[in-house]
């Protein structure tokens, strides 16, 4: 008697997961208003794949533990400061989430197995901290991205009802969720714009004559600065001095940080305290604007001085 044994192979189940790594801007500079851009490396990763299959991958990214709308945002000290996720380089497709309905979509790829086995299948997350963020405070920002329903790679075999563009609505579908975190820090900056203080034209210096000015500070958001001013060209000792080349001669002058002419204006070497002495300088709270520092001045009345135009340079630090 003769007997015939038959069976069935079954088909090899697909594991799939995905891995992104952690989006680091590291320090940033935002007082000159620019975008800053970062990216990630994304891996999908599998086992047991059949050969000569299709395989359709679904990655889909949520709106983080800080959204505000539609807008992802990192906190930090009671801040926000806002990114985005992008699928191309030029930071024009969001990258969002087909199953938490955020942002239209997420990403789709595939990938065709030769031979029965593994697959690796890298991506890139392009982040971007969009341009006008000047007035950001300065500090340490995170945003975490937890796997989810809403956050997780859909994957099945490629074709059928359902199965052949994302999201995955057929058999077969297999979900993993995966997490990252985001993180920049805003470091502190200053800019500087060049001021002036013009004394009227008189005939005589008989009587003292007063004028005012002022520069043109921008720092980083909550950061403390200060300003001091240094003696100018021509100070002798202890008094500055504006100089006429045509003449050769000097006139002296004052400068003052208050409108009552009775703080004199020196360097300081601290953010937040004029190390000359109390008023001595200028103490601002930056907010990525520039602000006005005012500068009063006067000229003492003195004699002999020859007629001409007088003029000097005074260096302004700030120190943040």
Do not use: H
């Not at 955020?102 to 969009?130: E, H, K, R």
């Not at 500087?192 to 210096?205: A, D, E, I, K």
């Not at 008989?206 to 950061?223: M, R, T």
């Amino acid at each position: 008697m003769l007997a015939l044994l038959l069976w069935a192979t079954p088909a090899r189940a697909i594991t799939c997961s995905v891995a992104v790594s952690n989006v680091a801007f590291g320090n940033v500079a935002l007082l000159g208003g620019l975008a800053q851009d970062s990216s990630a490396s994304a891996t999908v990763t599998c086992s047991g794949g059949t050969s000569l299959t299709t395989y359709i991958f679904c990655i889909n990214i949520y709106a983080g533990s800080n959204v505000s709308g539609t807008q992802r945002n990192m906190a930090g000290g009671g801040a926000k400061l806002p990114y985005a996720l992008y699928a191309d380089t030029l930071y024009a497709v969001p990258w969002g989430s087909w199953t938490g309905a955020y942002l239209t979509a997420g990403v789709q790829a595939t990938a065709t197995t030769l031979v029965a086995g593994t697959i690796s299948l890298p991506l890139t997350v392009y982040a971007q901290i969009p341009a006008g963020q000047a007035g950001a405070s300065v500090g340490s920002y995170t945003d975490t991205l937890p796997g989810s329903a809403n956050q997780a790679l859909q994957y099945a075999a490629y074709g059928g009802a359902g199965n052949t563009a994302c999201p995955l609505t057929g058999s077969g579908v297999t979900t993993s969720q995966f997490s990252f975190s985001v993180s920049a820090t805003v470091t502190t900056a200053c800019n500087v714009q060049n001021g002036s203080l013009t004394f009227s034209t008189v005939s005589t210096l008989s009587a003292a004559i007063e004028g005012s000015g002022s520069l043109g500070v921008a720092c980083s958001g909550a950061a403390p600065y200060s300003v001091g001013l240094g003696p100018g060209n021509y100070a002798s000792f202890n008094q500055r001095r504006m100089y006429s080349l045509l003449t050769n001669s000097y006139v002296s002058y004052n400068l003052f940080t208050d409108s009552g002419y009775a703080d004199p204006w020196s360097t300081t070497t601290s953010a937040s305290s004029c190390t000359s002495g109390a008023s001595t300088c200028y103490l601002g709270i930056g907010n990525g604007a520039y602000q006005t520092v005012p500068v009063y001045g006067t000229v003492p009345a003195q004699a002999g001085e020859a007629a001409g135009i007088y003029s000097d340079t005074v260096t302004a630090t700030v120190t943040y």
